[in-house]
């Protein structure tokens, strides 16, 4: 639907002034329902009640009046006297009978029904019976038969009261309506800014919070409402938030340790070898310097696969991979003669994922296995219909419970390691934890005698058709 710009402008924007306005517009609305549902009632209700008050004692005297027994004065004694008035007037239009004071004064009215016990009504000023401004009556003619003669009767209301009342009605609707809008607004107004202000103290806070300082959380109100959950969730989001920096720091500090290294051994070997070019070995000076780039495009290759993992991508290439068939390529392609790896493999373990990440993960176990093994290496592929479950186990020294998570975090070697494999970057076992984490499983070490047990589960899928 379109909008004009003026009437766009004129919108409230804050959530406190929506709120207001949408209060005061749901007030309006019962008011002026409310109201117009009295306005069209009450009047006609109070008159009904004055009429039908009048036409009850028109009939008693209507009733007097037929067995002859009508006093010349009538006695009220059901009704005000201040506010009703009866008179009695005979076919020559002559007051015969009446409430105090109407015997003295003339015909109080000249209409009355056409028939016999028939009520007519009419509102008509009567002046001269009480205050300027209460002259207005409700006057019932009742037509009766009586031993002397038709008789008209009279009974008249005074309706100051009524009249009254209707002027009070009319002052609490049309004044007293936009007195309760606007103090329906005032209290939205003042409660939503009360129910908002740990909102704007959150909103201050993180306005104050910078990507160099992540310590700092927001306060959290004692309402226990959706606000202060708001809160506990803001500060969850900032401690995750602060631990992934100080990840990030380690990480980067690390890595430039880690590139630092070989990237000066490697320059510092190029600077001697071309200071004293005809006392090196060109051969033996270009197989370092390709081991050492070889070791440099690994640890690239691990840096880089470990970042697009901390990003949150599994990799483009996802379809159903069998983890026995990865290891039985794994052991083929092994022919190293110290270590023999006995593969025990499931005819069949699909699992959903990137074949060249779980292909990652199975290089990097067996590697660390066959690096620390005493002459084998066990290799077991099953699936249970839930889980493919990948154990590598080898017969080395094992690593020490204390130790068992410290191998999954990046850059830690430790001693053994550091004496096995030199060139090692310490990335191998943390990116195969990310990588089982990214398939939506997990990689633990088991307890096991002699040697180290590494188990991978991640979820089985359907074999494609």
């Given at each position: 639907m379109?909008?004009?710009a003026a009437?766009?402008?004129?919108?409230?924007?804050?959530?406190r002034?929506?709120?207001?306005?949408?209060?005061?517009?749901?007030?309006?609305?019962?008011?002026s329902?409310?109201?117009?549902?009295?306005?069209?009632?009450?009047?006609?209700?109070?008159?009904?009640?004055?009429?039908?008050r009048?036409?009850?004692?028109?009939?008693?005297?209507?009733?007097?009046?037929?067995?002859g027994?009508?006093?010349?004065?009538?006695?009220?004694?059901?009704?005000p006297?201040?506010?009703f008035?009866?008179?009695?007037?005979?076919?020559?239009?002559?007051?015969?009978?009446?409430?105090d004071?109407?015997?003295?004064?003339?015909?109080?009215?000249?209409?009355g029904?056409?028939?016999?016990?028939?009520?007519?009504?009419?509102?008509?000023?009567?002046?001269?019976?009480?205050?300027?401004n209460?002259?207005?009556?409700l006057?019932?003619?009742?037509?009766?038969?009586?031993?002397?003669?038709?008789?008209?009767?009279?009974?008249?209301?005074?309706?100051?009261?009524v009249?009254?009342?209707?002027?009070w009605?009319?002052?609490?609707?049309y004044v007293?309506?936009?007195?309760?809008v606007?103090?329906?607004?005032?209290?939205?107004?003042?409660t939503?800014?009360?129910?908002?202000?740990?909102?704007?103290?959150?909103?201050?806070?993180?306005?104050?919070i910078?990507?160099?300082?992540?310590?700092?959380?927001?306060?959290?109100?004692?309402?226990?409402?959706?606000?202060?959950?708001?809160?506990?969730?803001t500060?969850?989001?900032?401690?995750?938030?602060?631990?992934?920096a100080?990840?990030?720091?380690?990480f980067?500090?690390?890595?430039?340790?880690?590139?630092?290294?070989?990237i000066?051994?490697?320059?510092?070997?190029?600077?001697?070898?071309?200071?004293?070019?005809?006392?090196?070995?060109?051969?033996?000076?270009n197989?370092?310097?390709?081991?050492?780039?070889?070791r440099?495009?690994?640890?690239?290759?691990?840096?880089?696969?470990?970042?697009?993992?901390?990003a949150?991508?599994?990799?483009?290439?996802?379809?159903?991979?069998?983890?026995?068939?990865?290891?039985?390529?794994?052991?083929?392609?092994?022919?190293?003669?110290?270590?023999?790896?006995q593969?025990?493999?499931?005819?069949?373990?699909?699992?959903?994922?990137?074949p060249?990440?779980?292909?990652r993960?199975?290089t990097n176990?067996?590697?660390?296995?066959?690096?620390?093994?005493?002459?084998?290496?066990?290799?077991?592929?099953?699936?249970?219909?839930?889980a493919?479950?990948?154990?590598?186990?080898?017969?080395?020294d094992?690593?020490?419970?204390?130790?068992r998570?410290?191998v999954?975090?990046?850059?830690?070697?430790?001693?053994?390691?550091?004496?096995?494999?030199?060139?090692?970057s310490?990335?191998?076992?943390?990116?195969?934890?990310?990588i089982?984490?990214?398939?939506?499983?997990?990689?633990?070490i088991?307890?096991?005698?002699?040697?180290?047990?590494?188990?991978l589960?991640?979820p089985?899928?359907?074999?494609?058709?």
């Amino acid at each position: 639907m379109y909008v004009p710009a003026a009437a766009r402008r004129l919108r409230p924007r804050s959530l406190r002034g929506k709120l207001t306005g949408l209060a005061a517009l749901i007030a309006a609305g019962v008011f002026s329902a409310t109201s117009a549902l009295i306005l069209s009632t009450v009047p006609d209700n109070l008159r009904e009640a004055v009429e039908s008050r009048s036409e009850l004692v028109a009939r008693r005297v209507a009733s007097d009046a037929r067995t002859g027994r009508l006093p010349r004065t009538l006695r009220l004694t059901t009704v005000p006297k201040r506010s009703f008035l009866v008179q009695v007037v005979d076919g020559n239009g002559r007051v015969v009978a009446g409430s105090d004071g109407m015997l003295r004064r003339g015909r109080i009215a000249a209409f009355g029904p056409g028939q016999y016990e028939q009520i007519a009504t009419r509102e008509i000023e009567i002046p001269g019976l009480g205050h300027k401004n209460d002259n207005d009556y409700l006057v019932v003619a009742l037509r009766v038969r009586s031993p002397e003669g038709d008789r008209l009767i009279y009974t008249g209301a005074n309706l100051s009261d009524v009249n009254r009342g209707l002027m009070w009605l009319n002052l609490l609707v049309y004044v007293g309506t936009p007195f309760a809008v606007l103090t329906v607004a005032l209290v939205a107004w003042f409660t939503v800014g009360a129910t908002l202000r740990p909102v704007r103290r959150i909103r201050r806070e993180l306005e104050e919070i910078s990507g160099q300082n992540l310590s700092r959380r927001v306060p959290v109100p004692d309402s226990g409402d959706e606000i202060a959950r708001l809160a506990e969730t803001t500060n969850a989001t900032l401690e995750r938030l602060e631990r992934s920096a100080e990840a990030q720091r380690r990480f980067v500090a690390d890595a430039s340790h880690e590139l630092r290294s070989p990237i000066s051994a490697l320059h510092t070997q190029l600077e001697v070898d071309g200071a004293y070019p005809d006392e090196t070995d060109w051969q033996e000076a270009n197989g370092r310097a390709l081991r050492a780039t070889g070791r440099l495009a690994s640890i690239v290759e691990e840096l880089l696969m470990l970042a697009r993992l901390d990003a949150g991508s599994g990799g483009p290439d996802r379809r159903v991979v069998d983890m026995s068939r990865l290891a039985a390529e794994q052991i083929e392609r092994r022919t190293n003669p110290r270590v023999h790896i006995q593969g025990d493999l499931a005819g069949s373990a699909p699992v959903l994922g990137s074949p060249i990440q779980l292909d990652r993960v199975l290089t990097n176990l067996l590697d660390n296995a066959v690096r620390h093994a005493s002459e084998r290496v066990d290799l077991e592929v099953e699936a249970d219909g839930e889980a493919v479950w990948v154990t590598v186990t080898d017969d080395g020294d094992g690593i020490a419970a204390e130790d068992r998570e410290r191998v999954f975090e990046r850059f830690t070697r430790l001693a053994a390691g550091r004496r096995l494999d030199r060139g090692g970057s310490g990335l191998g076992l943390p990116l195969s934890r990310e990588i089982a984490t990214a398939h939506g499983g997990t990689l633990e070490i088991a307890d096991h005698g002699p040697g180290a047990r590494f188990v991978l589960c991640l979820p089985q899928a359907r074999e494609e058709a």
